[in-house]
């Protein structure tokens, strides 16, 4: 079993459907959760992180994390074409531990 | 915000030789980097954590003679992929980890490999 799991879809939406991506994951020690969007040819960017369990919202991005239920997700409202892209959940113990990537879930949003 | 640069982004090269594959830390100073592979469609597999000042410890499978990092100063990692064959042809992407927080590195914008 691995680590982190995520479905690499592709997911393939409407303009300004409200979009779910998801995680789980095994190790109950993550701390740190952390949502990467990444463009085709592109190094991974930093969209949001939480610590620990809670929500947190930013704009349109809206990212949950459930530590009982070992599940992560980001909510995107509203959703644009320029959303298109690669989405990669990625989780740490902290402390220096290495970051462990989902293999990403690609989403298309279309005009 | 903290940014990393990573050169080059597309490199073409004949089998056997050696590429190497440069990442700065533009306006911080990065002690730690990350060296990931990405195949398509695949996520990011780490590869290497390169120490300024030390040896890069390498993940399991990874072939350190192959896979030459170097992380001579605080602003400067460099991957060299020697003797290079059809099979490393990849995307290659380093990171850094910012002010030593434990969350959100900051990513390089990746060099497509080829090797013909």
């Known amino acids: 079993q691995k680590e982190v799991e995520q479905d690499p879809g592709p997911l393939s939406v409407p303009e300004g459907a409200i979009v779910s991506l998801n995680c789980t994951y095994s190790n109950s020690a993550f701390q740190y959760f952390m949502w990467y969007r990444q463009y085709s040819r592109k190094g991974p960017e930093l969209l949001m992180y939480t610590y620990s369990s809670g929500n947190k919202e930013d704009g349109r991005f809206t990212a949950q994390v459930d530590k009982s239920s070992k599940y992560i997700s980001l909510f995107i409202r509203d959703s644009q074409p320029s959303d298109s892209a690669t989405y990669l959940c990625a989780m740490s113990v902290g402390g220096g531990f290495k970051t462990i990537f989902g293999a990403g879930t690609r989403l298309f949003v279309k005009a | 915000g903290a940014v990393v640069s990573q050169h080059p982004s597309r490199v073409i090269c004949k089998s056997g030789t050696s590429v190497k594959i440069e990442c700065r830390s533009l306006?911080?100073?990065?002690?730690?980097m990350f060296w990931y592979r990405q195949f398509p469609k695949q996520s990011l597999m780490l590869m290497a954590t390169s120490n300024e000042g030390s040896k890069a410890t390498y993940e399991q499978g990874v072939e350190k003679d192959k896979f030459l990092i170097n992380h001579a100063s605080l602003t400067l990692s460099t991957l060299t992929v020697t003797s290079a064959h059809p099979e490393d042809s990849s995307f290659y992407i380093c990171?850094?980890?910012?002010?030593?927080?434990?969350?959100?590195?900051?990513f390089g914008s990746g060099t497509r490999l080829t090797v013909v």
């Open positions: 990171s850094a980890r910012v002010g030593g927080r434990d969350y959100g590195y900051t």
């Open positions: 306006d911080f100073q990065a002690t730690t």
